[in-house]
């Protein structure tokens, strides 16, 4: 069997056993069903109602899924490109594949209460891109010239893994507003949830941006809409930020309409690739290179995950006045 072959058989049995092993974490066991009903009914009835923080982790576990979809197609593509040199390149396609599982899982979830399952996958995924980020450093410092622009733009892009770490973090905040659902407030670890979570989705916004400017810095903006990823999201960012800041008793619908726009900016990046890979060589007749070689299909959706992270924060802001 051929080298190229066997990357390739290795890459599917990756993303076969992630699924397997989604399927095994997350299935419900014999009998836990009556279990949680019974903690469910044992929860005190005092403070808000639970529908307020559940939609708000849904929400949450929908823009982890998002990210999370993004990381698995992204890096499948980029690190086939580097044909598996490492070993360890699998890892964030089996850890995406697990979280974008157990974000779906939680979307359908309608309890009021945290699963310990995700909580688990959530903080393996925040790991991952910690640990990713490590390697992707290491991968740009090693090469000649060390921290340069040269190895910067055509090294292993640095902004790559901390879309896994935030699809991981807002996993795990999801799983925080859903335990305070009876609480007098969602909150986490003491905080405000609404009101963190902007803060945290404003400034994954801002490396999202920084890492689209880098790549579009790279190809000269030679189409002005390459300057929207960079200057849309900061703006977001501040907006989120001052959400943050006063958030409290407030609708914020100006912020709420620019998430909005961030989401179908997102989604409109996808088409904006796809363009520019049908202007290489070939086109998409030749998409098995230019896939390759053109612009990030995957990326994109990055911002929309974001976005809607955003959204879910601003609607538990609005829908309670103390999150």
Known sequence: MSRAVERDVLAGAGLALSVLA????????????????????????????????????????????MLAASVLADSSVEHYRGSFKNRAMYTPLVVS???L????????????????????????AAATGLLGTGFHFYNVTKKVGGFSWQNLFYGAPLGA????????????????????????????????????????TGAGLLGTSGEAGLLHFRGAFHNPFMAVP?????????????AAARGQGRAHPFTRAWMWLLTAMGLAGVGFH????SRNMGGWRNWSQN?????????????????????????????????
């Open 22 to 65: 989604a399927a095994a974490v997350l299935a419900p066991k014999a009998g836990s069903s009556r279990i949680r009903s019974q903690r469910i009914a044992a929860l005190p009835r005092s403070g808000p109602q639970p529908r307020t923080a559940v939609r708000a982790a849904r929400r949450l576990n929908g823009a982890a899924g």
């Open 291 to 323: 896939v390759l070689n053109g612009p990030p299909l995957p990326a994109p959706p990055s911002f929309t995950g974001l976005a809607l992270a955003g959204l879910a924060a601003l609607g538990l802001m609005r829908e309670h006045r103390d999150a």
């Open 101 to 124: 599982a157990t974000s779906l899982h939680g979307t359908s979830d309608m309890r009021p209460l945290a699963h310990r399952l995700r909580d688990g996958c959530y903080l393996l």
């Open 161 to 200: 893994p901390m879309a896994i770490l935030l699809s991981g973090l807002l996993g795990f905040c999801s799983e925080r507003v859903r335990e305070t659902a009876r609480s007098p407030r969602p909150e986490m670890f003491g905080l405000p949830a609404a009101r963190t979570i902007a803060a945290v």
């Open 274 to 277: 796809a363009y520019g890979v």
């Open 97 to 99: 594949a697990l979280t």
């Open 230 to 242: 960079v200057t849309l999201p900061p703006i977001g960012a501040a907006l989120l930020f001052n």
